[in-house]
């Protein structure tokens, strides 16, 4: 006896769905080219040229009346009457009759033509389940209705072009019924019922969030979430078919993650993010378009959740993660495969774990200030991405010990040389941008951004008094203070860009009411912080701190500051609006 998800199991090799084809009898196959008793011909029959001349001298079949072959010139005597009886001549044409009554009349999808889907689907989900249990044995007798059940859950894609019909959809039980035949017990059907439900949650249909939300509710309620978990266990990935089946799986996880809640029960009442991390550990001679995909909805479900990141860090994901990244320290991965943006999300990951103390304190363990250096130094496309890191794993309250570690790992070297380098890692920016011609004095500003990062935690973290804190300022003092030249350089340059933006909204608040401005201030300041508005306060910050700390710093700065007819008063100026809008953001959490 076949099994019958072999049988199933042929992938169509132009759009990666899959087609059941239905076995059929061989001895079936060639009666059908037969003549039947009545003289009618099989139009699934198929004979060639030769196959008729062999044919030529045979009697097939009764012979004609005699007064119906009078007058007809038939050589051969087996296509009278073109080969179709009165009976089957009169179907053909009420068929052509039919067809040219519809012409041009386009099908109207409404709320009654959901109601009819949703009866034939009813209809076939029950039709196989029926003849499932009856035939359990002989899958022969239930795969007609198998092939019929996955041609009606291919047709259900039509309703991501109507989202206006989820809720009828949903009302009428379908969605349950739907999510039901993920525990098929054919995988293939399971499959196509994942596969349309990744299409008809994607963000890309044009859907109302209230019409979105009907259809997920009504799939969460039918345990969508649980019968998910169960498919990514019983998949097999070295079969196309099910690697196809598990990519769309992890579609829908990103489809459903868009709304915050579910991404948090995705992380807190399922097993995906044990199952992720273990299958972004999964060796692979060359990483896989899952393999990514895992690691980008990992990424995904820890920049949505608190609670998702507890749980990661509670699983000693802050360890796996640094070892899965560990091999990127002096290797780059190919422009534009699977494996860069695989990385990508690796970092992606750990950055949202570093930002909670629990998850400073693994990284700290994990040795992970160290493997950041080594790529500081040796690393290329990960460089940049290990300095951000970095700015977010010694920022903080909870920093110290991340800042302290940097130190003691020799590392003010390697960020001092990269502060202090003319062109701030170009080389990274064309080979991550792919551009030849950029510019080799223009630094880039997110580096520079995540460099005053690291040195303004550094100085608001590190105890006083404290040997780290002494080497960290003795590095600005050297050489003449030609750091703070060069963070000086740097708060210019943006002081400038911010200006030129500021002009520009000033000239549009006028003559706007006092509402219109609080609508717009959200935009204004989107605008501001894309000018660097964010790297001048961070520049700023380190300013004050050297202000506060060294006499020999703060005559050089206010000597620099003097050759613009400017003060200490610019700084003042800015650390106080940074904490005008802090205190703004802490009263609307606190009324919220």
């Known amino acids: 006896m076949d099994n019958i998800d072999d049988l199933f199991k042929k992938p169509n090799a132009r759009n990666n769905k899959r087609k059941i084809e239905i076995a059929q009898d061989p001895n079936a196959i060639y009666k059908s080219t037969k003549l039947t008793t009545n003289g009618d011909v099989k139009s699934n ?77 009813e209809r076939r989900i029950s039709k196989n389940s029926e003849l499932r249990a009856k035939f359990e044995d002989d899958p022969q007798k239930f795969m007609e209705s198998e092939a019929d059940l996955d041609a009606d859950i291919k047709a259900l894609s039509i309703l991501s ?37 990744n299409e008809l949650t994607d963000e890309d249909v044009e859907a109302q969030q209230e ?48 709304r ?13 993010i044990p199952w992720l991390l273990k299958r972004m550990q999964q060796k692979e001679p060359v990483v896989t378009q899952n393999k990514q995909y895992s690691a980008e909805i990992l990424a995904i479900l820890l920049q949505s959740s608190l609670p998702n990141r507890t749980r990661l860090i509670e699983i000693d994901g802050v360890d796996v993660l640094l070892q899965l990244l560990s091999p990127y320290r002096k290797r780059d991965p190919a422009k534009g495969t699977e494996e860069e943006e695989y990385m990508e999300n690796l970092f992606d990951a750990l950055t949202c774990c570093v930002d909670d103390s629990s998850g400073k304190s693994k990284f700290l ?117 030609e750091k703070i030249d060069r963070i000086m350089k740097i708060r210019r340059e943006f002081a400038s860009k911010v200006a030129a933006v500021a002009q520009e909204i000033q000239a549009e608040r006028s003559g706007l009411s006092a509402q219109k401005r609080d609508d717009r201030a959200d935009e204004w300041l989107s605008r501001r912080l894309d000018a660097g508005l964010y790297t001048l306060q961070t520049a700023d910050v380190v300013l004050a701190w050297l202000v506060a700390e060294d006499a020999g710093a703060k005559g050089r700065i206010r000597g620099l500051l003097a050759d613009r007819d400017e003060s200490l008063e610019v ?22």
């Not at 019909?165 to 098929?184: R, T």
């Not at 915050?260 to 995906?272: P, Y």
């Not at 991405?385 to 110290?400: C, F, Y």
Request: charged residues 30%.
């Open 45 to 121: 029959g198929k004979s060639t040229v030769e196959d008729e001349e062999e044919d030529d001298d045979l009697e097939a079949g009764p012979a004609l009346p005699q007064n119906e072959a009078d007058g007809v010139n038939d050589e051969e005597g087996r296509f009278f009457g073109g080969g179709i009886t009165n009976d089957t001549a009169e179907v053909l044409n009420f068929i052509d009759e039919r067809d040219k009554d519809n012409d041009g009349k386009a099908e109207k999808i409404d709320a009654a033509w959901v109601r009819k889907l949703a009866l034939n689907f």
């Open 161 to 197: 072009d109507h989202s206006d019909l989820y809720g009828e959809f949903a009302k009428l039980g379908c969605v349950a019924s739907l999510v039901s035949l993920l525990a098929h017990e054919n995988t293939d059907i399971a499959i196509g019922a994942i596969e349309i439900i």
């Open 211 to 258: 019409q979105w939300d009907v259809l997920v509710d009504a799939m969460l309620n039918a345990d969508l979430l649980s019968l998910l978990y169960d498919n990514v266990t019983r998949l097999d990935e070295t079969n196309e078919s099910d690697r196809a089946g598990l990519y769309h799986i992890l579609g829908v996880l990103e489809n459903l993650s868009s």
């Open 260 to 272: 915050g809640s579910i991404a948090e029960s995705l992380g807190k009442g399922t097993s995906f």
């Open 365 to 481: 363990e994990a040795e992970g200030v160290e493997l950041c250096l080594i790529m500081l130094r040796e690393g290329k496309m990960s460089k940049p991405r290990a300095l951000r890191l970095l700015d977010h794993a010694l920022g903080g309250a909870e920093g110290s010990a991340c800042c302290q570690k940097l130190v003691e790992a020799a590392g003010l070297k390697a960020i001092f040389s990269t502060f202090m380098k003319k062109v701030v890692l170009c080389s990274i920016l064309r080979i991550e941008v792919g551009l030849s011609h950029v510019d080799a004095r223009q630094p880039d500003n997110q580096t520079t951004e995540h460099l005053l990062g690291i040195l303004a935690s550094m100085l608001r973290s590190l105890p006083s008094d404290s040997a780290e804190r002494i080497r960290l300022l003795g590095k600005f003092v050297e050489k003449d203070y």
């Open 571 to 592: 700084v003042r100026a800015t650390l106080q609006g940074v904490f005008t809008r802090t205190k703004s953001r802490r009263r609307a959490l606190t009324k919220n």
